[in-house]
């Protein structure tokens, strides 16, 4: 490339005015764009005809200035929002964050990524400041990390932040899953991939999800002899779910992180 441009340079010295190209005629246009053109030497060392527009890339066509005079620029977006709070309270819903977009891509410059992300989450309490949410059959579970940004937030009224309970953890065997789980390709639904038969998983049980009377989480099986069939879902994809047994209950997990999970 860098001799064929050489080479062009030296033939507009010779020739002035042969070269013309994108910048000469101060064209550079998104997409597919037949009006967009001028006379000179195209990259496949054909003259005559060229075009300044961005399928250019594509067809072939592009003049031999094109990526000099129409510089790619990617999309740049901003930073994201905070968390919104759960659609709905005392069941399991989706929060939401966003992000702008600074910059719109050019040129056959980088798309912009997603502007918007999902998480699952479910609150404890009414709008009235009422305890709720403990009362599903389900176990309710998300990947351990939501628990980092779960502990900075008050959750429940009923837990005051000076509640320092150690909670707990249960190990279960599962037994079987929906297909769905292995679907999950968004950033923060992807643990679900990690869900498998006949895996020991751990789900810590820690406020707010621990009711705080009977300190225990929705769901956790601990009264199960171990024989039981208990049924699981997770949060952010109610197609993902499943069926595992208690294995036993623990002080603290200690099953590697992508099988470590929380109850919601």
């Given at each position: 490339?860098r001799?064929?441009?050489?080479?062009?340079?030296?033939?507009?010295?010779?020739?002035?005015?042969?070269?013309?190209?994108?910048?000469?005629?101060?064209?550079?246009?998104?997409?597919?764009?037949?009006?967009?053109?001028?006379?000179?030497?195209?990259?496949?060392?054909?003259?005559?005809?060229?075009?300044?527009?961005?399928?250019?890339?594509?067809?072939?066509?592009?003049?031999?200035?094109?990526?000099?005079?129409?510089?790619?620029?990617?999309?740049?977006?901003?930073?994201?929002?905070?968390?919104?709070?759960?659609?709905?309270?005392?069941?399991?819903?989706?929060?939401?964050?966003?992000?702008?977009?600074?910059?719109?891509?050019?040129?056959?410059?980088?798309?912009?990524?997603?502007?918007?992300?999902?998480?699952?989450?479910?609150?404890?309490?009414?709008?009235?400041?009422q305890?709720?949410?403990?009362?599903?059959?389900?176990?309710?579970?998300?990947?351990?990390?939501?628990?980092?940004?779960?502990?900075?937030?008050?959750?429940?009224?009923?837990?005051?932040t000076?509640?320092?309970?150690?909670?707990?953890?249960?190990?279960?065997?599962?037994?079987?899953?929906?297909?769905?789980?292995?679907?999950?390709?968004?950033?923060?639904?992807?643990?679900?991939?990690?869900?498998?038969?006949?895996?020991?998983?751990?789900?810590?049980?820690?406020?707010?999800?621990?009711?705080?009377?009977?300190?225990?989480?929705?769901?956790?099986?601990?009264?199960?002899?171990?024989?039981?069939?208990?049924?699981?879902?997770?949060?952010?994809?109610?197609?993902?779910?499943?069926?595992?047994?208690k294995?036993?209950?623990v002080?603290?997990?200690?099953?590697?992180?992508?099988?470590?999970?929380?109850?919601?």
């Open positions: 490339m001799t064929l441009w050489l080479a062009l340079c030296a033939l507009a010295r010779l020739w002035p005015g042969t070269l013309a190209g994108c910048a000469e005629a101060g064209r550079c246009c998104p997409g597919r764009d037949p009006a967009c053109f001028a006379r000179g030497w195209r990259l496949d060392r054909v003259y005559g005809t060229c075009f300044c527009d961005q399928a250019c890339l594509l067809t072939g066509d592009c003049c031999f200035d094109y990526a000099r005079a129409c510089p790619a620029r990617p999309c740049i977006v901003g930073e994201w929002s905070p968390w919104s709070g759960c659609a709905e309270q005392c069941k399991p819903t989706a929060r939401v964050r966003r992000r702008r977009v600074r910059q719109e891509p050019q040129n056959g410059g980088a798309p912009c990524p997603p502007l918007e992300e999902r998480a699952g989450c479910l609150e404890y309490s009414t709008l009235q400041g305890d709720c949410g403990h009362t599903f059959v389900p176990a309710f579970i998300t990947t351990s990390a939501f628990n980092k940004e779960r502990t900075r937030q008050v959750a429940s009224p009923q837990w005051s000076d509640t320092q309970d150690p909670g707990y953890c249960m190990e279960f065997k599962t037994e079987s899953l929906t297909h769905h789980c292995a679907m999950e390709n968004r950033p923060l639904t992807r643990w679900m991939q990690y869900l498998r038969e006949g895996y020991t998983v751990c789900v810590d049980c820690q406020p707010p999800a621990m009711n705080s009377v009977s300190l225990r989480c929705s769901g956790d099986g601990l009264d199960s002899d171990g024989n039981q069939t208990l049924h699981w879902q997770a949060i952010g994809n109610p197609r993902c779910q499943g069926t595992w047994k294995v036993r209950r002080d603290q997990c200690s099953c590697p992180a992508v099988h470590s999970f929380i109850f919601i």
